[in-house]
């Protein structure tokens, strides 16, 4: 199969998760970021600016564009990249530089901001800053996913991988949407053995919420203590009444449960949609690559829920 076909084949929403015009504004995005990496890696080894003009020595082979499909295949479905290889007609090690250089990229974009062209979050500050002004409420939640490597036996750190909830090594994350389910960060990412109000905390998120006191959030039961600290400020699910409670107060208890719960499910169709994504159903790759891959594909989520 010729590079040009592969490259039609490959570029099908199906395959790269993403529409072929939102694929065409991503590449015109990245190409420079991707041009000047490639400039300051080749000036820092070589130790001196270029001598030959711009164009000179050999070509890729693989293409920016190439480079990018590939990328997006692999966060797609965690294609093996040696499948990739045989597709465009090159060495193994050419798809993983290709994703190497590519997925960094994709992970430093930040999030889109619904109705607000060229603004993009990168950090949690970012998320309450933009809800202060805008009056936005937020829904927060962490989620986990398997992972396949931990630390070897006998090394530290191993057991903190060991999710007391999957009874699975995972990672956990935190996400933040609006009201609408559209993600406006994703991070804290975590082994799995925090619980998911210790991740957030290590993110200084109480002290945002001093920070910014206009900003309201709703939040699941794991969030409780946060929810006692400013009342005024996060919502957690009621508790649940005694044993002996009577009727109408078991009865309040569900309606209030209910109410609170459908207002928070848009943070969980939002982790759905993450999910669809085949590395974050159950990650097989090295661990040390998991956050990038988990922020790159939580971006590009975040472009099309954007738009809805």
């Not at 965690?78 to 990229?105: K, M, N, W």
């Not at 057991?159 to 009874?167: D, E, I, L, T, V």
């Not at 009865?251 to 759905?272: F, G, L, M, P, T």
Request: glycine share 10%; aromatic share 6%.
């Amino acid at each position: 199969m010729t590079s040009s076909l592969t490259r039609i084949a490959l570029s099908h929403p199906i395959c790269t998760g993403i529409s072929r015009r939102r694929l065409g504004a991503l590449i015109a995005e990245l190409a420079g970021p991707w041009m000047a990496r490639q400039d300051s890696r080749r000036r820092e080894r070589r130790g001196h600016d270029r001598l030959r003009a711009e164009g000179g020595g050999p070509g890729h082979q693989l293409v920016f564009t190439d480079r990018m499909i590939a990328t997006l295949v692999v966060l797609r479905f965690q294609l093996p990249h040696a499948a990739l290889a045989v597709f465009y007609g090159v060495d193994r090690s050419t798809i993983t530089r290709a994703v190497h250089e590519i997925r960094p990229l994709l992970a430093a974009r930040g999030f889109t901001v619904p109705g607000e062209v060229g603004l993009r979050l990168h950090t949690m500050a970012d998320v309450f800053a933009y809800a202060s002004a805008q009056g936005v409420e937020l829904r927060v939640d962490g989620t986990e996913v398997r992972i396949r490597r931990r630390p070897k036996a006998g090394r530290p750190g191993r057991r903190a991988f060991a999710s007391g909830k999957m009874r699975q090594n995972t990672k956990k994350v935190t996400v933040i949407t609006d009201g609408q389910g559209s993600t406006l960060w994703t991070g804290a990412i975590r082994p799995g053995r925090m619980h998911d109000q210790t991740a957030v905390n290590t993110e200084g998120i109480g002290d945002l919420f001093e920070r910014y006191p206009t900003v309201k959030a709703k939040v699941d039961a794991g969030y409780r203590g946060l929810a006692k600290r400013l009342p005024d400020q996060v919502q957690a699910p009621p508790k649940k009444p005694g044993k002996d409670a009577p009727a109408e107060v078991v009865k309040a208890w569900e309606k209030a449960r209910k109410q609170q719960s459908s207002e928070r499910i848009c943070v969980e169709h939002a982790n759905a949609e993450h999910k669809q994504w085949r590395p974050l159903q159950r990650y097989i790759g090295r661990r040390e690559y998991y956050d990038e891959t988990r922020l790159a594909i939580a971006g590009l989520v975040s472009d099309r829920t954007a738009m809805r």
